[in-house]
């Protein structure tokens, strides 16, 4: 059953045009004209309770209008939204208590607050029970190790930091839905995997539905199964990221270190495109020759100290139906 349901939504937006030159100033004072601009065409897709779906595209894609759209902060031009039952702009109270949001560049705890303070007012205006709230915060402060900053003010919080207590926050209330834009953005690499994991367990362990938007396609690789891919406002692609990937991501990689470098190394349905010492790197189409039998002619000649077989990323895979469009394939 869908949790998220959105049916030919559009949303379009009036802009003032500018005119140039002192004439064009003054005569914008005295009438000015607008240019209608479409921020999402024609957008329909669901998405059921318990999902990790990454929501992408380029800037000015129009994801964050979307967002906007379910969270009832923009109202749709044409079309219906609705959000655990909810229409979002009809009931923004009612919306907001069945939803957390995480926005990467933006918080939502108090400045000048110490962070455990943040977390008491949100739990009286979202009325969470001493109860319900005494768990959770046990359960946060577990898995995000909290405790280390809790006491410090908001101000005073590293970028992670931050970001731990942004998630915890939106989950105080245990909504059923969390929206996260650019969760990990700025983050290290040991803090990028700790929130990476703390979204799996929610997911796993309260069944959360999240939609994940981005630009780091290794979050959208290790936390998502299905991704909707728009640019230009319209939607290009929404489906199992391993059948884009099987489709558009033919093109592979065997990296091989020998014993001893050779003269040449010449094989059959495979091109060396790169080589430091005795290690190679070899590019290959799957369709054409598989990675074992180009093991097999390497091996005849030469010795092997190690290979591996390296997958294209996501971000080539996803740069490449930006430049050459994505066309469904016919039954």
Sequence with gaps: MPIIEVANVRKDF???KRETGMMGALKSLIKREYIKKEAVKDISFSINEGEIVGY??????????????LTGILVPSSGDVLVNGIVPY???QENAKSIGVVFGQRSQLWWDLPTIESFELLKEIYQVSNQRYKKNMDTFTDILGLDEFLNTPVRQLSLGQRMRADIAASLL???????????TIGLDVVAKEKMRTFIKEINHERK?????T??????IEKLCERMILIDHGMKVYDGEIAMIK?????IRTLIVDLEESPRSLQLLGGEVCKEEGNRYWIKFNRDEVSASELIAQITKTH???DLTVEEPAIESIISRIYQEGYQPLKA
Excluded: W, Y
């Design 173 to 183: 209330h245990d909504p059923p839905i969390l929206f996260l834009d650019e969760p």
């Design 14 to 16: 009036m802009i003032a």
């Design 246 to 250: 099987e489709r558009f991501g033919k």
């Design 90 to 92: 009809e009931n923004r």
């Design 56 to 69: 992408i595209g380029p800037n000015g894609a129009g994801k964050s209008t979307t967002i906007k759209m």
């Design 208 to 212: 959360i539905t999240v939609i994940l």
């Design 214 to 219: 981005t630009h780091d396609m290794e979050d």
């Design 303 to 305: 010795s092997v100290k």
